[in-house]
Each structure stands twice: as structure tokens, then as C-alpha cells.
């Protein structure tokens, strides 16, 4: 299958495009030490709170949202929890699995980080909405 080559706009949406994703990324990780967090705390602790599913997220369900090993969530979630951000629970239905939950702390932090990336966003948007041409090519 052969795809039309990218002209010079395209090209320099996809710069703009990483760029801007790159210094999105490098202000929320600045926010979060700001906050005494590691930028992978915050992650954990948007997943925790964002889940989809019904009922608390578990250990599993934070790995696949942070692209992580199991044994490596399992760690950032114990250290979490002894940062006081979360407590971990068993569960009711399936004793094999661990499920988290954020405390007052954790929700109180997230909150604050929340509405600092909440005003990041218009400038984001605006980068994004210069890639649609290229989803119509």
C-alpha cells in the first residue's frame, strides 16, 4: 500500500506536535516534584482515580495503564501507600487480587495537580487541531 509523502506543513504539524507533547509532559513532571511527587506517582494516582472499570483499580490495572511490569506497580503502589496516598485492599470476590484506592491525602494532591493540567490543556488542544489536516490525508 502506498501513502501520499507529507508536504513541509505536515511536516512541521508533527514537529510542533512532539514538541509541544514534550514540554506538556516536562511541565507535569516539574508540577508533580513540585508537589512531592515522582512524575510515575502522579500517573498512578490519575489511573487509581480515572479507572474505568467498575469497582476500585487493582494492582494489574495500574500496570496496564502505566505500561508496567506487574512487579513494578506492585513496588510504586507500596510506596505510595507508605507515603500515605493510597491504601491497597483485598479483594472481596478474589482474594489473589490487591486493590487500590486513593485516601483523603492522594485525592487532595491529585486535585491540586489536576487543575494545574486542567489550564495546560487549551494549549494543547490548539497544537492538536493543527494535526487534523493530516488525519484527512
Known sequence: MTTARLGDEEYRALATFRTELRRFLAFSERV????GLTPQQHQMLLAVRGHPGPGPASVSDVA???LLRRHSATE???RAA???LVVRTEDADDARRTLVVLTPAGEEVLDALSDLHRAELPRLRAVVAGLDALDQG
Open 76 to 78: 510504586l503502589v507500596n
Open 82 to 84: 507508605e507515603a500515605g
Open 32 to 35: 508533580a516534584r513540585d508537589a
Open 64 to 66: 496496564a495503564a502505566l
